[in-house]
């Protein structure tokens, strides 16, 4: 008997499930959405799960499966996710509608400095974008260059060290040396050395930050499952209290002093002596405490934002380089006309002579979308026009950049490096919305000015000094580490530098 009801049980409870399961997993089925099978509790992210592609990587497959489909459907978990692919939604999503899609529902814990730009939501952003965006414009890069000049010349000494020396180049540790000279200088006022200094805590700290331990991995994945759950989970406070202890120091040896720097770290504390913050919410208007969390959330943003995304981008340009003899060439031909015309420094100004370098950049960017997924999440009931599907409030959007910029439709030959994608008659033809390595609309990147100046003036006073050519070790086809959310090559990026 007892065998009887356990057997039935144990029935009742498989066809629930299997009801439950059908039931959720015919969301995108019941709304014409098509979309790759799930698998049962774990949705379409089993290969991220297991680490054996990123999240970036897995979405631009589905990218280019789904050739013709606006729309695509994925289930994370049980949750269900929306792809959206044709560029016109994808304006309506990040532009049009912005106001439906202002949040990217990342908030990844609940760490007093998880209240950044990047994870901010409603009001909070909104506030904290118009207060930080002064940070960036023509004025403060302009201010901004010469202290980029000084990292320039560290940097430059370094690579002059290592080829006398002989030793070899993987081209990503070295230009992770030069941003981290440049961030820490531009947006903290700090002397790093960087390049000499490879033991110094902000190193050390951004070592920590971009290789996540099992245990914040472990979270990672777990939120695939049950989106949100990582949010009650404490995440490591080393790091946190690293920016802490250097924003109070850097604040106590400024406060009540005349702003000198003009960097990010003099902007806050003008801001903070302005007073509160006000933002609205439903209850009316209320207040951001400009406080050291705050200031220091913006600090860690900055940093995790903008170095590696950096770092990566500029080492893929000068892989291409090394591969494309006839590209340098023509750049470097550039960069020493530029140089002469302003008796050999280069100004903010100068840069806009670079078209060839820009185009260039432009090209890596698409070849190599370091940051290549662009998150929103609906805040109301949306329907996309032209279309039947409507999607409730709270779901995941996700829109990959770098399945737009692999994808013959906008970009002929993809995988061929192709700088003439970017001449200015090639440009325009480009839709809007199908290249997109800042994002786009009023939630872009805050950093893009300050990243194409950074990098422009890194990569011209390289060039002007350096040959970069193929070494044995030169790979052509890279394996991408899924446990990065930039895109980083497993084994590093070799080339072969001399001296000009
Ligand atoms: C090549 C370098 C960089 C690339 C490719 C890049 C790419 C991106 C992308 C794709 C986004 C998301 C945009 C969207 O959702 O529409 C973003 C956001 C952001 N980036 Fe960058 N970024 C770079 C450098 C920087 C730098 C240098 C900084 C800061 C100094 C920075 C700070 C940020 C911040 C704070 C956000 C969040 C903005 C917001 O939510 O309002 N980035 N970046």
Known sequence: MAFYICAALVTVIFCSFYYFMKKKYSYWYNKGVKGPTPLPIVGNFLTVMLQKESATEYVKSVHLKYKGEKLVGLYRGFKPVIVVRDPDLIKQVLIK????????????????????LFGAEGETWRILRQKLTPVFTSRKLKEMVPLMQQCVDKFLKYVDYLVENNVEHEIRSLTSKYTLEVIGSCAFGLDLDACKDEENEFSIMAKKIFTPTTYARFLVLLDMIIPGVR?????????????????RNVIREREGKLAVRKDFMDLMIELREQGKLSRRNDDGISEIELDDYVIAAQALVFYSAGFETSAASMSFLFHELALNPDIQDRMYNEVCKVYEKYNGQLTYDSLKELPYLDMVFEETLRKYSVAGILLRKTLETYTFPGTNVTIPEGTPVMISANGLHADPEYFPNPSKFNPENFSPENKEKIPQCAYMPFGE??????????????????????????????????????????????????????????KR
């Open 441 to 498: 609309g009023p939630r872009n990147c805050i950093g893009m000015r300050f990243a194409k100046v950074q990098s422009a003036i890194g990569t011209a006073a390289f060039l002007k000094n350096f040959k970069i050519e193929r070494s044995p070790k030169t790979n052509t086809e890279f394996e991408y580490d899924p446990t990065r959310i930039v895109l980083i090559t497993k084994g590093g990026i070799w080339v072969k530098i001399s």
């Open 97 to 116: 509608d912005f106001h439906i899609f202002r949040d990217r529902g990342v908030s990844a814990s609940s760490s007093r400095l998880s209240a950044n």
């Open 231 to 247: 949010k009650l989970f404490t995440t490591s406070t080393e790091i946190q209290e690293f920016f802490l202890g250097l924003v």
